[in-house]
């Protein structure tokens, strides 16, 4: 579990995103699309899962947003440095098929967890649509790796500084008017995938999306990242992390992510972490 490449990726006054290389032979082996490692810096410290941005014989690539306490300790590690644990990989794969024509569509560090999934599905054959949105064009990730894999590209961003002003939704709402998609997936901060489930639930469009519920343990035990799906609870580690975007409860959802705000804000202070 020893870090072995580290590189800032994203990089504004207000975030900063980090790509690691880390030892992890076992996890790259068995790892496919759409599937999560849960990470502990310290044996102190919280667990947190991470998608497996990418992987190779002997090694994984995960990227991190600062955001908390925990991913700013993360942050600080250096190259030979080693986290206290990672287990995986965790959640169902993606179901890699040919589905037709796909609108991938990812948000903030969202980005980082289309990829893998677009890179499978355009090996399948599909047509990959891809927009992606951030804050400011300094938070833009792997427009080339993504460029790469998709057939069409579009790009946003809250202050105009990059591609389109405005919103993922802007752009997929455009597109809708004169393509025809069998699957959109997307992968963000909640209000943006609530906005393209009730965007593309109207019309019928299957809609996938990859939740990013608080999680503890990751293995069904604890209950933190429980969602309500078609009415039933289902557990985001263990019965996901992806679900029919429909079926989501969006309402509740908002309210659970925010249930450690507070805590969150108390202990970046104490420990004089920005957070």
Not at 60 to 82: H, N
Not at 158 to 163: A, E, F, I, P, T
Not at 191 to 199: A, E, P, Q, T, V
């Amino acid at each position: 579990m020893k870090i072995i490449e580290k590189n800032i990726i994203g990089l504004s006054k207000a975030a900063k995103i980090i790509k690691l290389k880390i030892e992890a032979a076992e996890i790259a082996r068995k790892a496919e699309a759409g599937q999560f490692v849960v990470a502990m810096v310290s044996d102190k410290g919280e667990r947190f899962p991470l998608t497996v941005v990418d992987k190779n014989k002997d090694s994984i690539t995960l990227i991190v947003q600062e955001a908390g306490l925990t991913t700013k300790f993360l942050g600080k590690l250096s190259i030979g440095d080693s986290l206290f644990a990672l287990v995986g990989p965790l959640g169902h794969p993606t179901e890699i098929k040919k589905y037709g024509k796909v609108a991938m569509v990812g948000g903030g560090v969202g980005i980082a967890e289309i990829y893998p999934v677009a890179k499978a599905l355009k090996r399948f054959g599909n047509n990959i649509t891809t927009i992606i949105g951030v804050k400011t064009k300094d938070l833009l990730i792997l427009e080339k790796e993504l460029r790469e894999v998709s057939d069409q590209l579009y790009l946003a961003s809250d202050d105009g500084s990059v591609g389109k002003k405005g919103f993922t939704l802007d752009i997929l709402r455009d597109l809708l008017k004169d393509n025809k998609y069998d699957l959109v997936y997307a992968v963000g901060p909640v209000l943006m995938m609530k906005s393209i489930s009730n965007l593309t639930s109207p019309l019928g469009i299957k809609t996938l999306v990859s939740l990013n519920s608080l999680m503890v343990d990751a293995t069904g035990m604890c209950g933190s990242c429980r969602v309500n799906i078609d009415g039933k609870v289902k557990f985001a580690c263990i019965d996901g992390p992806e679900f029919n975007a429909h079926l989501v409860d969006w309402r509740e959802l908002e309210q659970r992510n925010k249930t450690y705000e507070k805590q969150e804000k108390h202990i970046c202070n104490f420990y004089k972490i920005d957070g």
